[in-house]
């Protein structure tokens, strides 16, 4: 049972526009959203997280926004750069808990 | 600064083989990990490690066991290899000292392992 989705598996935006990546849980005692990005070949890189107890984390040109009534969160790119171009996972943690569950990855590609 | 290293890099294995996947990182962290990352699913956490000499069951625990006999190496183990262990792994590590309620996970670049 998938307690942490990525329904989009491929996204597709012009340089210099917003990407939007999504994801949804069900698990209401998840208390620590991350996300990764992966390039080919290589490991995932932490990228921004957020906890239950802000509703936004900004990073540069990085947003991620929660909303723990929907349990929804998204990563906003701002202005996206074809060096953006990889598969985006969001994770999620318990409180208290060691491990995270992963979703099943979005690939952006980033158009020039 | 290595971070978190993996090796061998790739591995084919005949169905029945054992082997065992090394993790090293130098970032002096307490928590470390091991996933599986399959087609069409996100990373699912086999085994894990709050500190040396402890070992704990993540998600898909099944066919692999783990040791951390050293703060800095965690290894993972595939007794009897089965096809259905196909995947790629990736360790991680991460820092648990004061205020790392909310640390993220450090990867390697992952073993690609067919059998």
């Known amino acids: 049972d998938q307690q942490v989705k990525q329904n989009s598996p491929s996204l597709s935006v012009q340089e210099g526009r917003i990407s939007i990546l999504n994801c949804d849980y069900t698990?209401?005692?998840?208390?620590?959203f991350l996300w990764y990005k992966k390039y080919p070949a290589e490991g995932p890189t932490f990228l921004i997280s957020i906890s239950s107890i802000k509703d936004k984390n900004e990073d540069g040109r990085f947003t991620v926004f929660l909303n723990k009534s929907a349990k929804h969160l998204s990563l906003h790119i701002v202005p996206s750069q074809p060096g953006d171009s990889a598969v985006y996972f969001c994770?999620?943690?318990?409180?208290?808990?060691?491990?995270?569950?992963f979703g099943t990855g979005t690939r952006l590609t980033v158009i020039p | 600064n290595a971070g978190v290293t993996q090796t061998p890099k790739f591995r084919v294995l005949k169905t029945g083989q054992s082997m065992t996947l090394l993790c090293a990182q130098d970032m002096n962290h307490e928590y470390m990990y091991w996933y599986r990352q399959d087609p069409g699913m996100g990373l699912r956490l086999i085994h894990y490690s709050v500190g040396e000499g402890t070992t704990a069951k993540g998600e898909v625990p099944d066919g692999y066991n783990v040791s951390r006999l050293k703060k800095q190496n965690f290894l993972l183990g595939l007794e009897s290899a089965a096809p259905s262990q196909t995947s790629v792994y990736f360790c991680a590590s991460s820092y648990s000292g004061q205020g790392s309620a909310n640390q993220p996970q450090h990867f390697g670049d992952g073993t690609r392992l067919s059998i």
């Open positions: 698990n209401s005692m998840f208390d620590y």
């Open positions: 994770a999620a943690r318990a409180s208290g808990a060691n491990n995270l569950f």
